[in-house]
């Protein structure tokens, strides 16, 4: 823990006093989003302090030039950057000429802000003495709307404390904005037209390169005491900007408020000629509703939400908040509404790692939106991948493989690799088991093996391929293996035979050729298709078997574990038992050079195969294989501590299980690894879902049914989750002395408890 400033709540994400020092980080953790668009959460009004302002749109990027001291053939020519887009959010205040500026006032007194997840809203408020002496008290209120995906909406209220005043609101749009994260300095997007007509303004811009066409808009409205103004104001149009100024008298204790309706009209989902025509459509449909009524359609549909994909935890707030925060921004970051977007690491939260897509996806996001939501949310993102299979046949060319093999990107928007660094670009190739997983787990939870025939069987013959091709053969070792890899420990580097890539390859080898064969058998049609597609013939097929077969995995028998990859043990053993906590994280300490030479593991790598394919592995090779490895783990990947958490569960350490349980949960809140400003880390967040759900519940999928093991944590008395589980909805509650089960609907469900069946009938709840 770095940081503990943000108090506890069920439901909300509060901060209590102002402090310069913390704006960032908090500007990180208050963000918003709807699935479409989003948000740091800069303040409204200016501020001369620290900041880093950001506004982003789901599915617009710029390819940024890759730049490098010394180029590698292979190399991605681009990385591919997530937006700051267009700002709609700006309002200058001031007040009696002076400007309203939390950095420069005399005192600040009662700030406070507050993430409402429960009904999708946030709110700022504070007491300010500015310089010229005058005391005003601000409220501001935002959201953007779930229901309509292109409107967010401020209501910005300023009230006099100790004077009559001239409040003068100056909202404003702005394209001249620049990226925090840039490798050249470029200008990403190109203004093309500043407009205003009435009380709404319009500016429609284009990203360069790419062409995504943006109309960025506002409509504003002055209200006293709650009672809309038909006042003047004027409008002064720049080349990347235009801004409305409203001057108004207020008498002490008289409330002022700006009512300013805004967001991003995208020619993704329009004709680019008619933005501004499609933003004034939406702008005539909720122009009328007042901000209560918004705010009421808001809450409604964040209820719908939070009916399914609730977590509660009876005794233990600060656990109960770190879940409700870790899934409100999942469900911010991805609604499952167009399935050409995906899950980037920092979401709508900040810039850093660019891309929308990692394997952070399909290894851990697609569990939890499998199991919340319809399980055709859960496809499309399987299809998001299916869709970019010849850009991932392209990514392989480039590297010299062939007759389509397919390497799918570390980091993409658009199935071209935009990933810059060589040791991540060229030797982190497990990411393509994690692609080969998902469709295997997708099948196992939901039962629709129809994915695979339509379109997965593709992109499994593709990844098998790749992994064939990257194998050598071994006349030492008589043996199959794979070289120059980094695995998910990204603090080794071109290494031989990492056991992780070494043993998800050869799964995807089996499970290409299982398929093959049931697809053959009873999808002929399909089977004719892709064989006709692939040109897969038997010869090829025996030669991904022999390499299947042949794989070579790095044992100790001193040990009697599995070796990270073949050089662990001429490392140092030292554990991070020994390690100061002054050199923590050891990254933002140590030189890539003295990390690469150290045992210390960034995130589960072994451990993580191990979770992949836990029925492969009986449970005491699991405890040997975790007590070898945690001690050598610093966890400073946020998608280490669920995996350990889940693990600890199954081998009854609860107490360490919780332990990692409140590090993924509250990373962010934290700030454990001190980078909470850059933004939040979104994929990992369902991690936090896993430790829940796989972990303390138990929850496994055996022989097509559900089945628990559940576990209460000692600080808690209680804890209850919703799974739907192919088109049933299962409540499952969790006691100190009994585990209840509600079925949705009608019918009835087996489920395994403690491996004893148990059938739920939708009129007993059991």
Known sequence: MNQDYIQAADWSIIEKGFDADRV????????????????????????????????????????????????KNGYPEYFAKVLNSPSWIGINVKINGEQLDLFTCK???????????????????????????????????????????????????????????????????????????????DQFWETLKVEAVNNRGFITSKTLKTEFHVCTFMHTELLLNNEKQNVDFSTEKEAQKVTFTYNFSVNKGEKVTLKKLGGYVKGMNHPNGNLIEATQDLLNEVESHSVEELLQEQA????????????????????????????????????????????????FTGEKYGGSTYWDTE????????????????????????????????????????????????????????????????????????????????HRFTGDFSYIPEKGLEVLIGIARFWQQRATFSTQKNKYVILGVTGPNEYENNVNNNWYTNYIAKWCIDYALENIDKVKAEFSSDYERISAKTNITSEELEKWKAVADQMYFPYSEEHGVFLQQDGFLDKEQTTVADLPKALRPINQ?????????????????????????????????????????????????????????????????????????????????????????????????????????EGFAGMRVRDGKLSFAPQLPKEWKGYSFKINFRNQILKVEVTENKTNFTLDGNGSMTVLLNEKEVEVNSAVKI
Not at 316 to 344: C, E, H, M, P
Not at 415 to 421: A, I, P, V, Y
Not at 423 to 436: D, K, L, Q, S, V
């Open 363 to 442: 290894a851990y996001c697609l569990p939890f939106y499998m199991a919340t939501k319809d399980q055709e949310i859960a496809k499309n993102l399987l299809a998001y991948r299916y869709n970019q299979l010849d850009k991932a046949i392209e990514n392989a060319e480039k590297l010299g493989f062939t007759n389509g093999a397919a390497l799918y990107p570390m980091v993409t928007m658009n199935g071209e690799e935009s990933h810059n660094e060589w040791e991540i670009t060229f030797e982190e190739i497990h990411r393509n088991g994690a692609i080969a997983y998902a469709i295997f787990n997708y």
């Open 300 to 347: 409604d549909a964040w209820a719908q939400v939070w009916k399914m994909s609730d977590i509660t935890i009876e005794g233990d707030v600060k656990a109960q908040q770190g879940i409700r925060f870790n899934i409100f921004q999942l469900n911010q970051t991805y609604s499952g509404k167009d399935a050409r977007l995906n899950i980037g690491p920092k979401g």
């Open 24 to 71: 960032k980080s908090s500007e990180s953790l208050f963000s918003l989003g709807n699935g479409a668009m989003g948000q740091r959460n800069n303040f409204e009004e200016y501020y001369s302090g620290p900041t880093f302002q950001g506004s982003y749109i789901g599915g617009v990027y710029y390819p940024d030039k890759t730049r490098v001291g010394w180029w």
């Open 589 to 693: 300490h140590w030189s890539w050079d003295r990390i690469l030479r150290s045992p210390f593991i960034k995130q589960a790598d072994t451990l993580q195969g191990f979770y992949f394919f836990e029925e492969h592995f009986s449970k005491e090779e699991l405890e040997k294989h975790f007590d070898f490895y945690e001690p050598f783990t610093v966890h400073e990947s946020s998608l280490s501590p669920c995996v350990h958490s889940i693990q600890a569960a199954v081998l009854g350490r609860m107490e360490q299980a919780y332990e990692f349980y409140l590090r993924t949960s509250r990373l962010d809140l934290d700030d454990y690894n001190k980078e909470v400003e850059e933004g939040c880390h979104i994929t990992s967040m369902a991690g936090t879902w896993m430790s829940i759900v």
């Open 107 to 185: 005192k600040v007194e009662n700030f406070q802000r507050e993430l409402n997840m429960k009904e999708g809203w946030y709110m700022r408020s504070f007491i300010a003495t500015m310089p010229n002496d005058i005391e005003v008290e601000v409220k501001a209120t935002r959201f953007l709307s779930l229901v309509k995906d292109e409107l967010g909406v401020i209501n910005y209220e300023v009230t006099p404390l100790n004077e009559n005043v001239e409040v003068q609101f100056s909202p404003y749009l702005d394209s001249g904005i620049t990226n925090e994260d840039t490798n050249w300095e």
